[in-house]
C-alpha cells in the first residue's frame, strides 16, 4: 500500500511540475516560419507584474509602470485578446545610462506618455517586424503623433525614437496576445524631450554586475540559464504552473535570440 501510495503522490508530482511546461511548450515564431494553425486555447493571462520582476533585470521600468498604475493599462490590454500589446522594456542599465534629473524633471503626465510610449496596443511577433515593409511609422500606446519606427538591418531590428534607436536584444515574452521585447536603451520621443537628454556623467558601477546580471544576452551565450538564479521578488512559494512557464519563456526567449 505504501508502495501503491509512493507511486501516486509521484505521479501527482510529475504532474503538477513537468505537464504544465510540456503542455504550454510555445509554438515559438522563431522556431516556426510559419504561422501556428491556431488551435485557439482558452485565452491564458500573462501577469506582466510576474513576468517584468523575474525576467530582466527590469525593475526600473517595472517600478515606473507600477507608480503610474501604467501597468494597469497594459495588463487590461493584454488581457484584450482581440489586438493584444507589445511591450519594448528597457533593461535597467538603459535607465542608469541617463542622467537621473532625465526622468526625474518630468511631470506625472509625461511619464505616463513615455511609459505608453513604450507598447504598441497591438501584438507583433519579431516576424512581423522582419516584414516591415508597412508599418513605419507605428503609433504608440501614448498616442497617433508618439510613433516609432522599426528598421531592420539584417535581421538586427531597432526601435528608432528621435533621441535614441535601441535594438532589440532578447525576446523575453512571445505568444499572441503579449509581446514583451527587451531594448538596450529608454525611447526619447521629441514630444517629451526638446533637445537630447543628457548621459550619466560616470559609468554605471558595480550594482549592475550582480550575477543576475548574467543576462542570455550578453553576447557569449555561456551564461543562458541564469535570469532568475538569484530571484530578487523572494516570491519562491510561486511555483505554480502559470510562474513557471514565465521563467521557461524568459529563459528560452533568451536562448533563443540569435541576433
Ligand atoms: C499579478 O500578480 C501580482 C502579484 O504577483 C498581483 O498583485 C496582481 O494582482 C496580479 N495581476 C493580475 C492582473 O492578475
Ligand atoms: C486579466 O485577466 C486575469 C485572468 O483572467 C484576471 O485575473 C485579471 O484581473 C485581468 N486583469 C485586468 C486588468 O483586466
Ligand atoms: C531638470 O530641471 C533642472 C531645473 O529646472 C534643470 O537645470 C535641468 O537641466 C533639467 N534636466 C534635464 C535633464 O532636463
Ligand atoms: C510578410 O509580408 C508578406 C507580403 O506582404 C505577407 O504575405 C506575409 O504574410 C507577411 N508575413 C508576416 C509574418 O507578417
Ligand atoms: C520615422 O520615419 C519618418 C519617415 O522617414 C520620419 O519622418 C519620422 O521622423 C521618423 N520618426 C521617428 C520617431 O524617428
Ligand atoms: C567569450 O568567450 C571567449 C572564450 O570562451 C572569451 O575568450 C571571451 O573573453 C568571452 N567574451 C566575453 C565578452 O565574455
Known amino acids: 500500500m505504501d508502495f501503491n501510495k509512493a507511486i501516486f503522490a509521484t505521479t501527482i508530482l510529475t504532474m503538477m511540475f ?6 504550454q511548450s510555445p509554438p515559438s515564431p522563431f522556431l516556426a516560419p510559419t504561422p501556428a494553425p491556431a488551435p485557439a486555447p482558452a485565452p491564458h493571462h500573462v501577469n ?31 488581457n484584450n485578446t482581440d489586438q493584444g500589446i ?14 537621473q534629473s532625465t526622468f526625474a524633471n518630468l511631470t506625472q503626465d509625461q511619464l505616463k506618455s513615455l ?28 498616442g497617433g503623433q508618439y510613433s516609432l519606427n ?7 531590428i531597432r526601435v528608432q525614437s528621435q533621441w535614441s534607436n535601441p535594438k532589440i536584444t532578447s525576446s523575453v515574452f ?46 557569449n551565450g555561456s551564461a543562458p540559464k541564469s535570469t532568475q538564479s538569484s530571484s530578487p521578488t523572494s516570491s519562491s512559494c510561486k511555483t505554480h504552473a502559470g510562474f513557471a512557464s514565465y521563467l521557461f519563456f524568459a529563459v528560452s526567449g533568451g536562448l533563443m535570440l540569435s541576433l
Not at 522599426?150 to 538586427?156: C, E, P, S, V
Not at 537628454?197 to 554605471?204: D, Q, R, Y
Open 174 to 219: 512571445s505568444t499572441a496576445p503579449v509581446a514583451v521585447y527587451e531594448v538596450d536603451k529608454v525611447l526619447l520621443p521629441m514630444q517629451i524631450f526638446s533637445t537630447d537628454p543628457p548621459l550619466a556623467p560616470a559609468p554605471a558601477p558595480a550594482p549592475e554586475t550582480k550575477p543576475s546580471d548574467l543576462s542570455p544576452t550578453s553576447g
Open 115 to 142: 511609459l505608453l510610449y513604450h507598447a504598441f496596443p497591438k501584438y507583433y511577433s519579431l516576424a512581423e517586424f522582419k516584414n516591415l515593409s508597412s508599418l513605419n511609422p507605428v503609433s504608440t500606446f501614448a
Open 18 to 23: 513537468i505537464t504544465p511546461s510540456i503542455a
Open 150 to 156: 522599426l528598421t531592420d538591418n539584417m535581421g538586427l
Open 48 to 78: 506582466l507584474t510576474d513576468l517584468l520582476s523575474v525576467a530582466g533585470p527590469f525593475h526600473t521600468f517595472l517600478s515606473y509602470l507600477l507608480q503610474t498604475q501604467v501597468i494597469n493599462t497594459f495588463q487590461n490590454q493584454a
Open 86 to 99: 507589445t511591450i519594448f522594456v528597457p533593461r535597467d542599465s538603459a535607465f542608469a545610462a541617463l542622467k
